[in-house]
């Protein structure tokens, strides 16, 4: 079984080496997903009005729903999502039209609302809401609706955010073998 990847508008997904999407995803439109990118079941990432950009080794969680704003309407230029790399996005977290640093943690449930940014190195508690234009800082927990710094991050919190990308980089992996049997 293959993951739905389609076109909109003429504009096709952009999938990297190695990048591993489940098959009960969906990949829609002008979508770009570097190396080593993990897509896990029931996510949707429709870049339709507007481009979604996914570094290397960022995993989306099950369930996430990735979007971003029409051209004209909240901007201009509207806005895009665009995650960094080694970034990891909890199970069924919603981000729309967001920038999102490298090693970033994405609590599960969390909503990034649009022209929102978050820094590198910054975990976003399960649960947090990021109201549009908000920014959060580098080296910080965020918790609550809306988020709010906690607390500065330890060197073990620092440390573990790469840790995560790589263990889902690992597990991706697997499923690749998996799936080429």
Known sequence: MLPVLRPFNQTFPTIGKDVY?????????????ADDVNIWPMCVLRGDVNAIRVGKRTNIQDGSVLHVARKGEAS???YSLNIGEDVTVG??????????????????????????????????????????NKHLQSGYLYLGSPAKAARQLTSDELAFLKRSASHYVKLKNEYLKESAK
């Not at 489940?22 to 002008?30: L, Q, T, V």
């Not at 599960?108 to 508690?125: H, K, P, Q, S, T």
């Open 76 to 78: 201009l230029e509207g």
């Open 21 to 33: 999407i489940d098959p009960f995803s969906s990949i829609i439109g002008d979508v770009e997903l």
């Open 91 to 132: 199970h069924k977290a919603m981000l729309h039209a967001c920038q999102i640093g490298d090693r970033v943690l994405i609590g599960m449930g969390a909503i990034v609302l649009d022209n929102a940014r978050i820094d590198d190195d910054v975990i976003l508690g399960a649960g947090s809401l990021v109201p549009p």
